[in-house]
């Protein structure tokens, strides 16, 4: 275990997933200086950052020819689809709604997929397949590459075994993402509905929390409430 490295070492900010600590080791503050001063370099994936695109589903994963590729239902547009469709009781199946974005990662230098013991001690395994996004810390850039670190939910492969957290450290040259969302939300809604997810929309890329059921619900309310008050062109 001593040729090990650690998750305090390793991803800080995922220690406390991993392991009780007596103090907070990770400086956020510090942190979203260092993401928002190199927010250029990062692009389109600062809007997924930061805990809003935790409890995604994974629809598909894979390393390709130097390109590893996550493909996310992204899980606050998946909530505020459920909200509508409870505001107007349409006869939506839940299952139906699937809003993608891809994340990939080009020209990958390195990739290593990691189990985390008890005492925090990050085990190496093969790249695996990952079930839920949970979280990610970008850990270094420069102007040649960007390394990212990311935690993901593995469900259990049989009953006798529990799921359990991955984490995936990944050095690559860029990180690009693909919305999809748009299509998939007028494939499902068509336009009846366009003027509250554009209001969503605008709160998602805000420092508001939409990704919860109720403050969706609320979502729904206040753009109805604020549509009631803006005066007739």
């Keep these: 275990m ?15 997933d991993f392991m009780d ?3 907070e080791i990770f400086d956020r503050t510090k942190y979203h200086k260092f993401v928002a001063w190199n927010s250029e370099k990062i692009g389109l994936l600062n809007k997924y950052i930061n805990g809003k695109t935790h409890d995604s589903w994974i629809i598909n994963s894979k390393l390709e020819d130097g390109t590893y590729n996550l493909e996310l239902n992204e899980f606050s547009t998946d909530v505020f689809a459920d909200a509508i469709i409870e505001k107007k009781k349409l006869k ?3 299952d139906k709604l699937v809003f993608p974005i891809e994340i990939t990662c080009k020209n990958v230098e390195n990739i290593q997929f990691y189990k985390i013991d008890g005492n925090g001690f990050a085990i190496p395994i093969p790249i695996t397949n990952i079930d839920e996004y949970l979280y990610e810390q970008i850990l270094t850039i ?3 590459s960007i390394e990212i670190a990311f935690q993901f939910w593995k ?3 049989s009953k006798s075994k529990p799921g359990e ?4 450290i990944i050095n690559s040259e860029t990180i ?3 919305e999809k969302q748009d299509e998939a939300w007028n494939q499902i809604f068509g336009k009846e509905y366009d003027e509250y997810y554009q209001y969503y929309k605008a709160q998602f890329n805000s420092d508001r929390h939409v990704s919860d059921y ?8 206040e753009f109805e409430e604020h549509r009631k008050r803006k005066p007739n062109a």
């Design 2 to 16: 001593n040729n090990l490295k650690n998750i305090k070492e390793l991803v800080p900010s995922f220690a406390d």
């Design 21 to 23: 600590l007596e103090t």
């Design 92 to 94: 939506i199946n839940h």
């Design 142 to 144: 420069n102007e040649k």
């Design 155 to 157: 469900n259990a492969e």
């Design 165 to 168: 957290r991955i984490v995936a």
């Design 176 to 178: 690009e993402v693909k």
């Design 214 to 221: 109720t403050e969706c619900l609320k979502l729904v309310d």
